[in-house]
């Protein structure tokens, strides 16, 4: 298939382009090569990507209406994964108007492309961040999520609503994905392992929120791409027994899915930096802070939709998964890093 991947460069669409690719698959990219962190990882990132048979990189901001318009037009896509954001709790406490440009312009714009071109699939990263304040756990797609509690996660739940207006407007197939703690080989330098690695191997003190009592549903990279693939290949359909007088936030009468994508094991994170210093041979420091705003103190993901709808639920253990994500530091930076 001809699939449109945006966030082409990005941590999840990197892995994303790369397995469709492994596949047989034809894979635009688009990425707008944003500064939010370290350019540099992002282009050897692409890198890795633009060699390969079958990938077309065009560099575009998705708040561009009319380059996104031009993108769909001439390119066409079968179907399209979009995991194009501007990412981060923490961040969008200070930089809101990002969001709304990346997050909710940018997704309207990647809606009317798939509109006017038929596409087949929309397949777009959501968040486990919608949950917010919500407290019963496991987290359900069942579950209503009406209390976010940091802006991106607001933004997120926007997407939902947006992508279910065009579904039930236009008969556009969407499926949303909500992404738990997602980490790696090539992962993000914003996101806690990362930074754990880098300050431990520096001799510096990691900061842990919430003095520790954080636990997270930590997924891991191959997992998270294994589920994007196979609902991009399960299109989205009407749910005939969504009735609206008891409606399952999950489905509709139009072609609307939501499913979690998380391992469904939540990790305490002082046990997750136990696992980090075993990887590394080397003890962290610790500096223990308060919670900051916007945080959670635990998710924990419900993925039996996800295990119904498409057959898999993510399963690797995070001493598997750090340990691969130490290897690929190691070998990309070096085993002592002056700095990233």
Request: glycine share 8%; hydrophobic share 40%.
């Amino acid at each position: 298939m001809r699939i449109l991947v945006t966030g082409a460069a990005g941590f999840i669409g990197f892995h994303t382009a790369a397995r469709l690719l492994d596949r047989g698959d034809e894979v635009v990219g688009l990425d707008n090569m944003s500064p939010y962190y370290d350019v540099s990882l992002k282009e050897a990132r692409l890198a890795r990507l633009e060699g390969r048979n079958g990938f077309h990189f065009i560099k575009a901001d998705l708040a561009d209406q009319e380059m996104v318009g031009a993108v769909f037009a001439e390119e066409k896509p079968e179907r399209v994964i979009h995991l194009a954001a501007q990412a981060g709790v923490r961040y969008s406490l200070q930089h809101p108007h990002a969001y709304i440009d990346a997050n909710i312009r940018g997704f309207l714009h990647v809606l009317e492309g798939c509109r006017h071109t038929q596409v087949k699939h929309l397949v777009y990263a959501s968040s486990s961040s919608v949950y917010g304040a919500n407290r019963k756990l496991p987290f359900s797609v069942s579950d209503n999520v009406d209390h976010p509690v940091s802006l991106y996660g607001a933004t997120k739940k926007a997407n939902e609503l947006m992508a279910h207006s065009y579904a039930h407007l236009f008969g556009l197939p969407v499926t949303g994905l909500r992404f738990f703690t997602v980490y790696g080989p090539w992962g993000r330098p914003d996101m806690s392992l990362f930074q754990f690695t880098r300050n431990i191997l520096e001799g510096k003190r990691i900061p842990v929120f919430n003095y520790g009592h954080h636990a997270r549903d930590f997924t891991y990279i191959d997992d998270v791409v294994e589920g994007v693939v196979r609902t991009c290949d399960t299109i989205a359909t009407p749910d005939p027994d969504w009735r609206a007088e008891d409606p399952n936030p999950a489905t509709s009468s139009a072609p609307y899915r939501l499913y979690n994508i998380g391992n469904h094991s939540p990790v305490a994170l002082l046990d997750y930096i136990a696992v980090i210093e075993d990887a590394l041979g080397r003890k962290a420091e610790l500096e223990m802070l308060p919670a900051q705003a916007g945080d959670v103190p635990e998710t924990y993901a419900d993925v039996d939709a996800l295990k119904q709808a498409v057959g898999f639920e993510p399963s690797t253990p995070i001493e598997v998964g750090v340990k691969r994500f130490v290897a690929w530091y190691r070998a990309f930076y070096g085993s002592e890093p002056a700095g990233v």
